[in-house]
């Protein structure tokens, strides 16, 4: 099971382009990528997937290099409810109980 | 549609005591799970159901708590007797095999 680091925590203010990395070196050949959002007193909320190379959706953008060992989470111009922790897991999907490990998060804190 | 329902919201009893979770999961959704987020720090898979049947509850303290999920829809996290450690976040959460999972408020759970 593919263990990840991230920073425990960033600041940034609004407007800003917010990049949150993950480090994943051992991660395996089926293994995704995949960023959850929690804000205080909520459950996790998904926000994107990835294998490689780019993806893209409404909310932020996944960054993965060739050798998938780190991915990039990106947040555009955030705002204040962004503020919130972020969590990066990997595993791979459709194997049972492959991509359920929540490590510690980034923590997010957007300032006016 | 309707979110993944989970009640009560919050719990206060005494250790010794037992406390009963309810989770009602997303309408279709084959796999739910419940994790256990102590404060500060990320979620901890308790248990995880494909259908009705378990598929993984390796971090599941057996000797006190136990999980159902009869006709592999509704679900109960029971804690019998509650210590002061237990004292957490209970999610429950649900999803139909990609692993964008879909997380409920959680059940806040204080033992004094």
């Known amino acids: 099971l593919a263990k990840t680091t991230q920073p425990i925590s960033m600041d940034s203010y609004e407007g800003q382009e917010v990049n949150i990395t993950c480090s994943h070196n051992?991660?395996?050949?089926?293994?995704?990528i995949t960023w959850y959002q929690q804000f205080p007193s909520q459950g996790p909320r998904f926000i994107i997937q990835g294998y490689k190379t780019k993806v893209t959706n409404e909310v932020a953008s996944l960054f993965i290099p060739a050798d998938r060992k780190s991915s990039t989470l990106s947040l555009p111009r955030v705002s204040l409810s962004d503020t919130a922790v972020y969590y990066c897991l990997v595993g791979e999907p459709h194997n049972a109980g492959n991509m359920l490990t929540f490590g510690g998060g980034t923590r997010l804190m957007v300032k006016p | 549609e309707a979110g993944v329902a989970q009640s009560p919201r919050y719990k206060i009893i005494e250790k010794r005591q037992s406390v009963a979770f309810w989770c009602n999961p997303i309408s279709g959704h084959a796999t739910l799970y419940w994790y256990q987020q102590i404060l500060g720090q990320g979620p901890k898979l308790l248990i995880q159901?494909?259908?009705?049947?378990?598929?993984?509850d390796s971090q599941l303290p057996k000797d006190r708590f136990s999980a159902e999920r009869l006709k592999g829809v509704d679900s109960t996290l029971k804690i019998q007797p509650a210590k002061l450690e237990d004292s957490a976040v209970y999610l429950c959460?649900?999803?139909?095999?990609?692993?964008?999972?879909?997380f409920g408020p959680g059940t806040r759970l204080t033992v004094l």
């Open positions: 051992n991660i395996a050949t089926n293994d995704y």
């Open positions: 959460a649900s999803d139909w095999g990609v692993n964008e999972q879909f």
């Open positions: 159901f494909q259908n009705n049947g378990v598929v993984d």
